[in-house]
């Protein structure tokens, strides 16, 4: 068990809509990393939290946008939900000097359903 | 940009067999990091094992071990005595040995171990 919890398991939102998933880092952890992965894919690289800045960021449309709090807990917010945003979200956390580290630790992720 | 392909969508062992997932990756850098990963049915992505690329040596763990051949590109992950536990998608990823700590994965493979 990695310590690495996401909330919620599972949702359902409809077109359009605005939804927040959250995740809590593993104890000690400062750095967190959001990943999209779609059906029968591989996860994909969304940005990354480090000491509450976004340290980093994929290929991905403002409005995916996000926060870390001083616990290093961290939400991921998208905005005007696209049928293509279904996918499941991974959160990993990791601690390293201004975010580099090798050792990341993934949480179970969220299912997000878009209809 | 990196690239990391997996050509094997699906295999299938038998239990107490070796098996071997193949991966390739593209890259301009010098100094990275390759890991596989596995994805069980509970989604939880957990590390199976870690390659520095300046370590000519091939890493090893329990019953998992690597063929890294840096020339080639090329980054396969061996599994003697497979386990029914060890059925689930394999990842393999890449990462910069630099600043965000961006995992850039393959699109998997499915590993079915039967009796």
């Known amino acids: 068990e990695t310590g690495v919890t996401q909330s919620p398991t599972h949702l359902i939102k409809t077109r359009g809509q605005q939804v927040t998933l959250r995740c809590s880092s593993q104890?000690?952890?400062?750095?967190v990393s959001w990943y999209q992965q779609a059906l029968g894919q591989g996860p994909q690289f969304i940005f990354q939290?480090?000491?509450?800045?976004?340290?980093g960021r994929g290929n991905f449309p403002p409005r995916f946008s996000g926060l870390q709090f001083p616990n290093y807990s961290s939400e991921l917010n998208v905005n005007a939900l696209e049928l293509d945003d279904s996918a499941l979200y991974l959160c990993?956390?990791?601690?390293?000097?201004?975010?580099?580290?090798?050792?990341?630790?993934f949480g179970p992720g969220t299912r997000l359903t878009v209809t | 940009a990196q690239t990391v392909t997996q050509s094997q969508p699906e295999m299938s062992v038998q239990e107490a067999e070796t098996v071997t997932l193949s991966c390739t990756y593209d890259?301009?850098?010098?100094?990275?990091?390759l890991f596989w990963y596995k994805q069980p049915p509970s989604r939880q992505m957990i590390l199976v094992i870690r390659?520095?690329?300046?370590?000519?040596q091939n890493a090893t763990e329990n019953r998992f071990s690597v063929n890294f051949q840096k020339a080639a590109k090329s980054f396969s992950l061996k599994i003697s005595d497979s386990q029914l536990g060890d059925t689930a998608m394999y990842f393999c990823?890449?990462?910069?040995?630099?600043?965000?700590?961006?995992?850039?994965f393959g699109t998997g493979t499915r590993l079915q171990v039967t009796l």
């Open positions: 104890s000690g952890h400062n750095t």
């Open positions: 990993a956390s990791s601690s390293g000097l201004a975010g580099v580290s090798y050792e990341q630790y």
């Open positions: 939290y480090y000491r509450e800045e976004e340290n």
């Open positions: 890259t301009s850098e010098s100094n990275y990091y």
């Open positions: 390659q520095e690329a300046y370590k000519q």
């Open positions: 990823a890449f990462m910069k040995h630099s600043t965000a700590s961006k995992l850039t």
